[in-house]
Nanobody, 124 residues
Framework: QVQLAESGGGLVQAGGSLRLACTASGRTLAWSAMGWFRQAPGKEREFVSAINWNGGRSIYADSVKGRFIIARDMDKNTIYLQMNSLKPEDTAVYYC?????????????????WGQGTQVTVSP
């Protein structure tokens, strides 16, 4: 089993920045991809970004490319999502997820474990 704990959400004005963190525990994640998804009210959960097992490769949704940066600290079993130039449309609950394979994935059912989510609210 894997437990995921997200932190770093909050309220920020448009144009501001936030950094989310997700720490995993419970089993080794040495060969696992990890990712971030988000879900806004009334919308489906959507892919945001993912990073491979050693942090050497990452992918992003077009809507966040150039504004968000994903990073991974293997020693701490933690991934981060630095979110810059935030827009009101980034408002959502952000979820961390683990995929127990080395391949990156962009679909929610590619992932095996999920955190509880952290709220990000961007005001105009």
């Amino acid at each position: 089993q894997v437990q995921l704990a997200e932190s770093g959400g909050g309220l920020v004005q448009a144009g501001g920045s936030l950094r989310l963190a997700c720490t995993a525990s419970g089993r080794t994640l040495a060969w696992s991809a990890m990712g971030w998804f988000r879900q806004a009210p009334g919308k489906e959960r959507e892919f945001v970004s993912a990073i491979n097992w050693n942090g050497g490769r990452s992918i992003y949704a077009d809507s966040v490319k150039g504004r968000f940066i994903i990073a991974r600290d293997m020693d701490k079993n933690t991934i981060y999502l630095q979110m810059n130039s935030l827009k009101p449309e980034d408002t959502a609950v952000y979820y961390c997820a683990v995929r127990t394979t080395i391949e990156l994935g962009t679909e929610w059912d590619d992932y095996n474990y999920w955190g509880q989510g952290t709220q990000v609210t961007v005001s105009p």
